[in-house]
């Protein structure tokens, strides 16, 4: 078994990186389709295999998470689909390995894939102005925030200096915002009223207004940032979403569907669970054992009014494997091209340069390690070997859903996995760090 070895040197993050782009084009986009394996033929522990096992089992047991399934798999071999807890806490019985979760803000990496085939397409570009294909986002107004002598903020808005690109949609340096993560009183009240933010009904749920009446309201809430300028976790994907939607005249659902899902196979990822399948939707504590507070999560069992591309898909462990293993192959699986090898590299590398971010960067949003991480087109990437406080390879990206859902991809190792759960609340980057550390202390070749 061939492995890529990056040699790190004096400017490590620069080096490492362009070496890992070369051993991307060179080995990673070679891997084999999906099949099953033992663990040892893909140079991967059974028996180190089994701490991560047992540690989800007893987190379960324990009553810490409801239950969950985890999907491994190393040269394009799947080595691991394990299931444990229950599928619903509240009722006996376990969960089983097909169960289907909402994987919220994984959504993202599905419609940034989807924008980035319409780049292919020659449709659209990266620079393109939002407003090309939305054009109620022409001449935003940025909100600014003075706090006064009394320690009171007062708002006023100014014009945006340049406007939001469909890659700042992408990276997440549109100026949009999250109304349950800003600190903008004035955004949080422009966006509880657009349908975007709905504080005590359940957070990060979008789906209740149609595209049209998303758009309109979005683009008459001030931005948070001037556009390109600062990262902010947001709606931007949502917006992405609207871009698809325009550019390809098709709703988010209907392209992701011929171009992405059924390519891959991927016969469970939608943005509902249709009646015949909800027997197998897994479901939350009732109350969070970490923090004692509820967090109700969405109603998927009817169509939304609109394809959230922020957070409304759902998903199986195996599905999103195999949409991690396309990434893994330089956008391909099976017989499916959905991605050039060349789109991924881009989508994988660093989009943010030296911008700030406001009020988490990416890693310690997503992982609690505010070192070591950048973004790039829908993803966390990893820049350096140290540095983060997980194990990981340079060149590694990744992301994760509100509800518990976790996935990465690792051209160095030639690896994917993917952990799928139901628990929203504090745990969530506890339980990322776990399947990151148990997951690479496996690998033995």
Excluded: C
Excluded at 47 to 70: C, H, M, S, T, W
Excluded at 143 to 153: A, F, I, P, V
Excluded at 396 to 411: H, L, N
Aim: proline share 6%.
């Amino acid at each position: 078994m061939s492995r890529q070895v990056i040699n790190y040197g004096v400017s490590l993050s620069k080096v490492a990186v362009a070496s890992w782009l070369l051993a991307f084009s060179a080995a990673a986009f070679s891997a084999p389709e999906l099949s099953k394996a033992t663990p040892e033929d893909a140079g991967m522990s059974s028996e180190r295999l089994a701490k991560l096992k047992n540690y989800f089992d007893q987190e379960a047991e324990a009553g810490r998470l409801p239950g969950g399934v985890i999907a491994i798999a190393r040269d394009g071999k799947l080595v691991m689909h394990e299931s444990f807890g229950a599928q619903n806490p509240s009722e006996e019985g376990t969960m089983p390995n097909d169960a289907i979760f909402r994987i919220y803000s994984m959504t993202k990496p599905l419609v940034s894939v989807a924008a980035m085939q319409l780049v292919e397409d020659g449709t659209v570009q990266l620079t393109d102005p939002v407003s090309k294909w939305l054009p109620e986002f022409k001449d935003m107004k940025v909100s600014t925030g003075t706090k006064g002598t009394d320690g009171k903020m007062t708002y006023e808005q100014v014009p945006a200096k340049q406007a939001m690109t469909v890659q700042d949609l992408l990276r997440h340096t549109a100026g949009l915002a999250y109304g349950e993560i800003t600190t903008n009183e004035e955004i949080k009240k422009a966006y509880q009223a657009a349908g975007a933010y709905k504080p005590g009904e359940g957070e990060f749920d979008s789906r209740g207004v149609t595209p049209a009446e998303q758009v309109a309201a979005l683009a008459k809430a001030p931005l948070a940032h001037q556009p390109g300028t600062v990262w902010e976790y947001s709606l931007a994907a949502d917006v992405l979403g609207r871009v698809v939607e325009s550019a390809s005249d098709k709703t988010l659902g209907e392209f992701l569907n011929e171009r992405v899902f059924s390519p891959l196979k991927m016969q469970d990822t939608g943005f509902h669970v249709p009646a015949p399948k909800q027997s197998r939707l897994a479901e939350p504590f009732e109350v969070d054992p970490w923090s004692e507070k509820k967090y109700p999560l969405l109603d998927v069992s009817a169509p939304p009014k609109n394809d959230s591309g922020g957070a409304g898909a759902v998903s199986t462990a195996l599905d999103y494997l195999r949409f991690s293993q396309m990434l893994l192959n330089g956008g391909k699986l099976d017989d499916a091209q959905v991605l050039s090898p060349a789109t991924v590299r881009l989508m994988a590398s660093d989009h943010l340069g030296d911008r700030k971010s406001n009020p988490l960067n990416p890693g310690a949003l997503l992982l609690g390690t505010p070192e070591g991480y950048t973004f790039g087109l829908g993803f966390l990437v990893r820049e350096e070997p140290g540095m983060a406080g997980v194990h990981g390879s340079v060149g590694e990206f990744m992301w994760a859903g509100y509800a518990g859902t976790f996935f990465w991809v690792d051209p160095e190792e030639e690896l994917v996995a993917v952990l799928m759960t139901q628990q929203s609340g504090p745990s969530r980057a506890h339980y990322r760090r776990a399947m990151k550390n148990l997951v690479s202390q496996a690998i033995i070749d």
